[in-house]
């Protein structure tokens, strides 16, 4: 199946017992034993629920791995990623990840030993030279968030196969849609499912997907153990949300395309982070790796603009946190998703205070368009 089918008849495909087209919510803790000894198959749910299950199912066809798991969030599930490490690991980490990853790794698996290391991952050079004796894992984001960094996906995940270490990539930005980290080398995959996945702005989720019957046992044990489980509602939801990724990709990529070009030439703007421009450094290996550019865009608003005054004066983008909704968002990386980042590392990697991202949603183009072009014009300063 392709994957537009594979997305609406992928894992479980409707309820076997009924004909039902879609797979019943089973909202229960547990289930009867019919004898001693005896289950059919489920014996409490935070070990295993029918539809998180059919979840878990859909998300390792759709990125062809071994196994999927369905986590409470996105950081539930980088949480339980992380705890396959064991005191004395390091984790080298792209230099731009999301903040809850850096905050995770610096305030709570620091505490227990496991260490980090942030490496610009687009630069092969710098990746081989940051493998020591304790690196386990290669953790990567591409297009890292919020700046756009592509990193070259096989051939990280060769460097880490010729040190016998694992790669994972946390696939948020991009789906298996568009690009699908496994067939690439990569050995786990980590999606926040609150973003594109779910596609609503209506769960908080997580998925992750293995490549190894050895991870995904590895994977089941510390999701039974320390139980950041889905819901069997919000499992439901996301598997309502990923039967129309097709198209909502599709929409997403062809409206972000027309507004990084519009962007790029208003005279009020810096620069702006886009992998779909030509002159992108990772433009080859993002068209290598991936069937498009997604939906994210930042860029950096020029001094004599006031990015407060552009955010204030959008009227359909929405102001908040959060990308990767049918909704257009705007987000201020320096003191939203990326806080958590200290000031001095933010600035170093460019996540200065006047950089803006934007998730575009698939409204029509041109009242996005409008609603951006007259938030920039009410952001001269002293107007
Ligand atoms: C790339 C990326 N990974 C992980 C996360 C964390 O996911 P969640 O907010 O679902 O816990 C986010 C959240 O913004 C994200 O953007």
Redesign the pocket.
């Known amino acids: 199946m392709k994957i537009e089918s594979l997305l609406i008849h992928g894992g479980i495909d409707g309820d076997e017992k009924t004909g039902a087209v879609n797979i019943p919510i089973y909202q229960t803790s547990t289930y009867k034993q019919p004898k001693f000894g005896v289950n059919k198959g489920y014996e409490y749910s935070r070990t295993g629920n029918p539809t998180r299950e059919a979840l878990e199912k859909l998300v390792s066809d759709l990125e062809e791995g071994y196994a999927g798991f369905g986590f409470a969030?996105?950081?539930?599930a980088?949480t339980a990623v992380l705890s396959l490490f064991k005191c004395g690991d390091k984790i080298v980490i792209s230099n731009n990840v999301?903040g809850?990853?850096f905050r995770v790794l610096d305030k709570v698996f620091n505490h227990f030993g496991i260490e980090y290391k942030i490496v610009d991952t687009s630069n092969l050079e710098e990746v081989k030279n940051s493998m020591d004796e304790a690196v386990r894992a290669i953790f990567i984001?591409s297009p890292t968030?919020p700046l756009m960094d592509i990193t070259d996906i096989e051939e990280v995940s060769n460097i880490a196969k010729a040190k016998g270490i694992y790669t994972i990539v946390?696939n948020?930005?991009m789906t298996p849609y568009l690009q699908k980290p496994i067939k690439l080398g990569a050995d786990i995959v980590?999606h926040?499912?609150?973003?594109y996945l779910g596609g609503h702005s209506d769960t908080?989720?997580?998925v992750v997907v293995v490549n190894s019957e050895d991870l995904a046992e590895r994977l089941h044990f510390i999701q039974n153990s320390t139980g950041g489980v889905l819901s069997p509602f919000d499992s439901f939801m996301l598997i309502k949300g990923i039967k129309t990724l097709a198209i909502r990709m599709d929409r997403h990529n062809e409206n972000t395309k027309v507004i990084a070009e519009f962007l790029r030439n208003r005279k009020e703007i810096e620069k702006v982070y886009y992998p779909g421009f030509e002159d992108h450094p990772g433009y080859e290996i993002q068209n290598k790796q991936a069937k498009g550019y997604g939906g994210i865009i930042s860029f950096v608003i020029k001094k004599g603009y006031d990015y407060k005054k552009f955010f204030n004066n959008l009227e359909i983008i929405t102001f908040g946190?959060?990308?990767g909704g049918v909704e257009s968002l705007a987000c201020h990386p320096a003191s939203m998703?990326h806080a958590s980042i200290p000031s001095e590392i933010r600035e170093k990697v460019g996540i200065v205070d006047n950089l803006i991202r934007l998730s575009i949603g698939i409204e029509n183009i041109e009242d996005l368009i409008e609603d951006i072009k007259n938030a920039l014009e009410e952001s001269k300063e002293n107007d």
């Open positions: 969030s996105g950081m539930a980088t999301y809850g990853t984001e968030n946390d948020t930005f980590i926040s499912a609150t973003k908080v989720s997580g946190e959060s990308l998703t």
